[in-house]
């Protein structure tokens, strides 16, 4: 069993260089209970549609496992949302999830995990200083994508909330799997 680590929703809009302008990357950790919509967090927002939210990209999901490898990596701590997550999670292998596999967060909402965060250069951006420069490269490499969820049931969840697996489509590829091209997207 997980347990949900923080909720994070957009700080605000930041001036970007990329072709939109803005960024919605800044997320941040809010305290006591958020709902859960069919398009993901109350509060929070996507400065680019085109690649991000929807119903399928509703909620951007990563493991405090993988954080804490970036933190090794990069010699500094890295708050929860850091990564642009709306859920940071702890005891949920996120890259070893597979397409198709439903969590129950809390007590009722369901969430459906989709496809595998493809690195853009608005993160590079966002990472900025020394490591900006072949960032993309380098988080493609490490094969940490993290995963984007389609919301199933909505409702309320908040930091320290239980996720269960309640289901495993065992034949569908991983998020993993997916991202370093091992499996097609199905």
């Not at 065992?170 to 091209?181: K, N, S």
Request: some cysteine.
């Amino acid at each position: 069993m997980g347990v949900l680590v923080a909720a994070c929703v957009v700080q605000g809009l930041r001036a970007d260089a990329g072709s939109v302008g803005v960024t919605a990357i800044d997320k941040r950790a809010v305290e006591g209970p958020v709902r859960v919509r069919p398009l993901g967090l109350h509060a929070d927002v996507q400065a680019s549609r085109k690649h991000h939210g929807g119903l399928d990209k509703a909620l951007y999901v990563y493991s405090a496992d993988d954080a804490a490898y970036w933190e090794s990596e990069l010699g500094r701590p890295l708050s929860a949302g850091w990564f642009g997550e709306n859920l940071r999670v702890s005891g949920i292998d996120v890259s070893g999830a597979r397409l198709g596999e439903r969590w129950r967060i809390g007590a009722t909402v369901v969430v459906e995990v989709t496809t595998p965060r493809t690195p853009c250069q608005t993160f590079a951006r966002w990472v900025g200083g020394a490591d900006e420069r072949g960032w993309v490269k380098r988080f493609a490499a490490a094969a940490r994508p993290g995963a984007y969820l389609r919301v199933v049931t909505p409702g309320s969840i908040e930091a320290g909330d239980e996720i269960e697996v309640v289901s495993v489509p065992e034949d569908a590829p991983t998020i993993v799997q997916v991202f370093t091209g091992e499996a097609a997207l199905v």
